[in-house]
């Protein structure tokens, strides 16, 4: 089955640099991205996501970008603030499974003032 | 409101009693699951459902059940709960293949 690896487990930055979380995942197959943000004690949320049929995605400061050559994706956060400091699970589906999405281990990005 | 709730958000067992985890959706998701979340596990899948009995295993369902007798209620069983169960436990929905919404979790310590 599919397995995502997340390579960073945790990622410090100086708030207004940009933080970079990577992901590799093994399911040719797979064509659905979600990332997920989990604040302390809570559960997660959706961020923003990417389809195969696309290789890069933008949402405000968030960057989405997919290298399925290399089954690689990953999640760029620019000018960062303090309350990115969160832990970021990146995922991912290929369908086959139903709507199963296998998910990371984690990043946990910690931004300074 | 889209909001996904979870009961009771702390357990305490012993070793052996039964246990009962619920879960609501106010969306009207045909797809809800539940997952557990271990340090440096991520989240791993123990069921998937997709409406209404019709309920399916995920990577890990042994030691669980779950039951979805309604769409917006999502039951999660541990009978004879053993330690090594001890985790926070997800509830997620889902409309399609689509973002999920998250619960805020129940921390569940089996002693």
């Known amino acids: 089955g599919e397995k995502v690896e997340q390579h960073e487990s945790t990622l410090s930055v100086r708030e207004g640099d940009s933080a970079v979380i990577n992901c590799t995942y093994t399911?040719?197959?797979?064509?659905?991205f979600p990332w997920y943000k989990q604040e302390a004690g809570k559960g997660l949320h959706f961020v923003i996501d990417?389809?195969?049929?696309?290789d890069r995605k933008q949402s405000q400061r968030l960057i989405v970008l997919l290298d399925k050559k290399a089954k690689r994706f990953s999640l760029h956060i620019t000018a960062t603030q303090p309350e990115d400091s969160a832990i970021y699970f990146c995922?991912?589906?290929?369908?086959?499974?139903?709507?199963?999405?296998?998910f990371g281990s984690g990043t946990r990005l910690l931004v300074s003032p | 409101d889209m909001k996904v709730t979870q009961m009771p958000r702390y357990l305490i067992k012993r070793m052996g009693e039964n246990v009962l985890l619920e879960c609501g959706q106010d969306?009207?998701?045909?797809?809800m699951y539940w997952y557990r979340q271990d340090p440096g596990l991520g989240l791993q899948l123990i069921y998937i459902?997709?409406?209404?009995?019709?309920?399916s295993e995920g990577d890990i369902p042994k030691g669980y059940r779950v039951s979805r007798k309604k769409r917006e209620h999502f039951s999660l069983i541990l009978d004879s709960a053993k330690t090594n169960q001890t985790s926070v436990y997800f509830c997620?929905?889902?409309?399609?293949?689509?973002?999920?919404?998250f619960g805020p979790g129940t921390r569940l310590t089996v002693l």
């Open positions: 399911d040719t197959a797979s064509s659905y």
């Open positions: 969306m009207s998701h045909e797809t």
């Open positions: 459902s997709y409406d209404v009995d019709s309920n």
């Open positions: 997620a929905s889902s409309n399609t293949y689509a973002e999920q919404f």
């Open positions: 995922a991912a589906s290929s369908g086959t499974g139903g709507y199963k999405v296998v």
């Open positions: 990417i389809r195969s049929n696309v």
